[in-house]
């Protein structure tokens, strides 16, 4: 087995996939989490004064010392996370689309134990680029949020951790989405316009048209957006433990500014992720059993 996860790391190392997909993710991360720092920084203001007391009041915080920074980080996370997704896919795709798959199966005792190794490298990376993505989403915060409404250090190494085991959830989501397809195009399309367009335009009906607030907290893009968004929303007693006197409609905009519309909590969101990860990972598991590699 120790040999298998080396020659996959080995395999990724030598082509460029890994960087090509890092720096997008560094790069968007940052941004939006410097983008919504600026706007979340003026927090009194976007919430209306009557709201914002309420919450504070119920919080027993004062206005100024919202955490607000949170809202941008888990932003930043979260956008950061639609790369570990693309990378994954490539896992096992990419070896069909280039043909290198039966080279993969055939050196290898069997196929679980080739899919065990893949498994675990890949589970090294999503945690490499939490943590860079973590890391470009902290400096984007910093760089526009007060100190005063800055996370505190147990909330940002919070927010770190939530965020490795959102891509590292993640890179596993896009390796059974990958097995399933067999197709690096189809499925990045695919998983592109379904979390980033279709699913937040669900959200938005449902909640538009029916008020239906719990819709994102149990699909994929919504659940591994919610595992970081939730600790923010959380912070603000939008999502865990309600807030006395805090109405719906004030809690799901909580939620949307955290990144996390209808997120239960954060290891809720979590768990049905993980279930979402193991119902694509075990298909694509399962069909690559007997798949013709000729």
Do not use: C
Not at 71 to 89: K, Q, R, S
Not at 216 to 230: K, Q, R, S, W
Request: charge should be positive; avoid cysteine.
């Amino acid at each position: 087995m120790g040999n298998l996860i080396k020659a996959e790391f080995r395999k990724t190392l030598s082509l460029k996939m890994w960087w090509a997909l890092m720096i997008p993710a560094v790069v968007f991360a940052f941004l939006f989490a410097m983008g919504w720092g600026a706007v979340t920084n003026d927090f009194s203001d976007f919430l209306g004064s009557r709201d914002t007391r309420e919450l504070t009041d119920a919080l027993g915080i004062q206005t100024g010392v919202l955490p607000v920074g949170l809202l941008a980080l888990g932003h930043g996370i979260n956008i950061g996370t639609i790369f570990p997704i693309i990378f994954g896919v490539f896992a096992l795709a990419g070896e069909y689309t280039k043909k290198t798959i039966t080279t993969t199966f055939l050196t290898a005792p069997n196929r679980v134990s080739a899919l065990t190794a893949k498994m675990i490298t890949y589970i090294a990376w999503g945690a490499v680029y939490g943590l860079i993505i973590s890391a470009a989403a902290s400096l984007g915060t910093v760089l526009t949020v007060s100190s005063a409404r800055l996370p505190t250090a147990g909330q940002w190494l919070g927010m770190f951790g939530a965020g490795v085991l959102a891509t590292v959830l993640a890179t596993l989501f896009g390796i059974g989405v990958g097995a399933v397809w067999r197709s690096v195009v189809g499925s990045v399309v695919t998983l592109i316009i379904w979390m980033l367009v279709i699913e937040n335009v669900l959200v938005f009906l449902a909640y538009g048209w029916g008020k239906i607030t719990w819709l994102g907290g149990v699909l994929p893009n919504g659940t591994v957006n919610g595992i970081v968004g939730a600790i923010g929303a959380e912070a603000f007693g939008a999502a865990g433990v309600k807030v006395p006197g805090l109405d719906s409609e004030t809690s799901w905009f909580l939620q949307f500014a955290a990144g996390a519309p209808g997120a239960f909590s954060w290891w809720a969101s979590a768990l049905i992720f993980l279930a979402w990860t193991m119902l694509f990972f075990g298909a694509g598991w399962a069909v690559n059993q007997k798949r013709d590699i000729t």
